[in-house]
């Protein structure tokens, strides 16, 4: 990895070059999907931890043995929960284990008119609408099989003025241009169906702190950044149908899809801060035990010996079989689409 430039420094230059290139880059996606670019996102909520070092392996190896570019991007545009201390953690993580990214991290908190010109593109043409419902009144919703709340479209005809504040801003999945039966062909999964207005509601896009939601940042920087193919994890598929609605509703390209098996706790909770997963060891010894799991829960022929991090991956982009992972259960959650 690059020695990492002051912050700020790395920021504008990200942004320079995206001023200018953002048509382009939506338009090379859309027309050529040639030159594969794969892209980690994580959130700097807190060191990386087992669950996220799989997610990485996969999107890393899956897009060095396409010949790709491999990107990152530090999703902070949760500005409540994410922390500059961590992203530096998280980038000196990524360099120990042996990743070397292409290209400028990206930083969502620093990307605000981005989105906010994705905002405003669905608003002129009424594909949003504000709400102005409390966290009380939502709390009364039903909720979906995966715990999230289905917005009910209390406020869609509501038209709640710009001058009332807070409120947050939805996508109207009623509104005739946009179809919000969304389905792909993920790589691992096979076919994932979802009727949105059923399983999720009309969602947020920007919240009523003025945060802009993940859906639609995540939507505007893969087409930004001409993502070809998002490898992630599986606890991720089931929101990845909102974002295609997204990606046609702002004529931007639909990368391909691979959702790759979550690490569990023995409890069988997903690993996350929230159950309180431990940041990856910073022993070398045990570095090379966590790669050698995590390529194990990728379901991956054994790697049998390597001196370094850097070289247990130059191994794993030769001999990695994405096939593998096509073998994979059926997705709990899916089965409730
Ligand atoms: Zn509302």
New binding site residues.
């Given amino acids: 990895m690059k020695p990492l430039a002051a912050p700020r420094d790395a920021a504008r230059l990200a942004q320079s070059r995206d001023a200018t290139e953002f048509a382009q880059s939506c338009d090379a996606a859309q027309l050529a999907q040639s030159r594969y670019v794969g892209r980690f996102a994580p959130s700097p909520t807190g060191p990386l931890h087992f669950g996220s070092l799989v997610a990485a392996l996969a999107s890393y190896v899956d897009a060095r043995a396409n010949d790709g570019q491999w990107l990152v991007r530090i999703e902070d545009v949760d500005t409540q929960r994410c922390k500059r201390e961590h992203e530096l953690t998280i980038l000196r993580q990524l360099d120990a284990y042996g990743f070397d990214h292409d290209g400028e991290v990206l930083r969502q908190s620093e990307r605000g008119e981005y989105y906010r010109d994705a905002l405003h593109r669905l608003a002129m043409r009424s594909l949003t609408y504000r709400?102005?419902?409390s966290r009380k009144t939502l709390a009364l919703a039903h909720r979906n099989p995966e715990g999230e709340i289905v917005?009910p479209g209390?406020?869609r005809d509501?038209a709640v003025s710009a001058e009332v504040s807070p409120a947050?801003v939805?996508f109207n999945l009623s509104h005739r241009e946009v179809n919000a039966a969304a389905s792909f062909d993920d790589r691992a999964y096979g076919l994932i169906a979802q009727q949105l207005r059923e399983a999720v509601g009309d969602f947020v896009l920007r919240r009523a702190d003025g945060d802009f939601a993940y859906q639609l940042a995540v939507v505007v920087d893969d087409a930004q950044q001409g993502v070809t193919d998002v490898v992630r994890g599986a606890d991720l598929l089931l929101n990845t149908p909102r974002q295609i609605a997204l990606q046609r509703a702002l004529s931007v390209a639909t990368p391909r899809y691979l959702h790759a098996p979550i690490a569990t706790n023995s409890n069988g909770e997903k690993l996350s801060k929230q159950t309180r997963a431990n940041a990856l060891p910073e022993r070398h010894d045990e570095q090379l035990a966590a790669l050698r799991d995590a390529w194990h829960l990728l379901r991956q022929t054994q790697i049998e010996s390597a001196a370094s991090t850097r070289e247990f991956l130059r191994q794993a982009v030769a001999i990695w079989q994405p096939e593998r992972l096509a073998a994979l259960q059926i997705h709990p959650a899916a089965q409730n689409l």
């Fill in positions: 709400c102005v419902c917005y209390t406020c509501a947050a939805r």
